[in-house]
């Protein structure tokens, strides 16, 4: 059994190396998933999707990607490789594997990210090996991402990708959220505040756009679009044996 992504987490450093050793992306594209959907007893595969949840800094998505993986066994987070310094109670394997410039720059040259970007003038990336067995395992998979990955996952594995943007109600409910969740010292908040517009202008390149006010409010919304997305016809991959057994009753 291989093992998904959330367990990767839990030995961050036994396995940054496994991620080096990543299958082709190709495999994404022929991601037939065991997850069994329950419909009038009957099992049914699906594809397992990719599920990306953008937005400008502070507008709520790690919230909410915290809400969706607490509530729901079948999907599993893709902790991203970062060269920024950690934040006070980040943990190395949970929130980032933290790495520096050089060990970012080899296993870019290995190839083994699906997709990366410079952010904040830091680089980050989506390393592809977790992502492949999260898949494998039967989990979709979360990703926490700007729009640059998200575009890159895009062209990477587009009919897998469910593509989410989280707005704020307002930019000076942006601001509050900043300051209240008391990360970042008040420079660091300046700059977020000032990428967000160009952040923002990037919400046309997403399947959902969703405003962020009622907290509970919005984390139905996004737990109603995974729902929606899992039954598309497309990742129903055992309809069609499905439908051939009733026709021929
Ligand atoms: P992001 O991951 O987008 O940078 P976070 O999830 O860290 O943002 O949220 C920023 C802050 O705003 C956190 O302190 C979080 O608790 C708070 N927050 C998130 N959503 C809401 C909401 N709907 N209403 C009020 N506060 C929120
Ligand atoms: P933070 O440093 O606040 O955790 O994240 C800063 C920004 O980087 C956020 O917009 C987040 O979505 C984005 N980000 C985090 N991990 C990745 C990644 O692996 N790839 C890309 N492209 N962006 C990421």
């Known amino acids: 059994m291989i093992a998904p992504a959330s367990h990767i987490a839990k030995h961050p450093?036994?396995?940054?190396d496994a991620m080096r050793s990543s299958r082709p992306i190709a495999a994404m594209a022929?991601?037939?998933?065991?997850?069994?959907?329950d419909n009038d007893h009957r099992e049914l595969n699906r594809r397992g999707l990719l599920f990306v949840?953008?937005?400008?800094?502070?507008?709520?998505k790690s919230t909410l990607a915290h809400m969706l993986l607490k509530a729901d066994e079948e999907i599993a987070m893709s902790v991203s490789v970062t060269t920024r310094p950690k934040r006070p109670g980040e943990e190395h394997g949970k929130d980032y594997y933290f790495v520096s410039g050089d060990e970012f720059e080899e296993m870019v040259a290995d190839h083994s990210f699906l997709e990366y970007a410079t952010v904040f003038g830091n680089r980050y990336a989506t390393p592809a090996a977790p992502v492949n067995q999260s898949l494998e395992a039967g989990q979709?998979?979360?990703f926490d991402i700007d729009w640059q990955g998200t575009q890159q996952l895009y062209q990477r594995a587009g009919q897998d990708v469910v593509r989410v943007f989280i707005l704020p109600p307002s930019l000076d409910e942006l601001r509050n959220r900043l300051e209240s969740r008391n990360t970042d010292a008040p420079e660091i908040i300046e700059s977020r505040m000032q990428r967000a517009a160009s952040e923002?202008?990037?919400?046309d390149g997403y399947d959902y756009v969703l405003i962020n006010d009622d907290l509970d409010a919005c984390f139905a919304k996004v737990k109603q679009i995974l729902a929606t997305e899992r039954m598309r016809r497309s990742r129903q991959t055992g309809l069609i044996g499905f439908v051939r057994d009733l026709m021929a009753e």
């Open 140 to 142: 979709d998979v979360l």
């Open 53 to 60: 949840l953008s937005s400008p800094s502070g507008a709520g």
């Open 200 to 203: 923002i202008s990037h919400w």
């Open 13 to 16: 450093d036994k396995h940054l």
């Open 30 to 37: 022929d991601n037939i998933s065991s997850q069994n959907i």
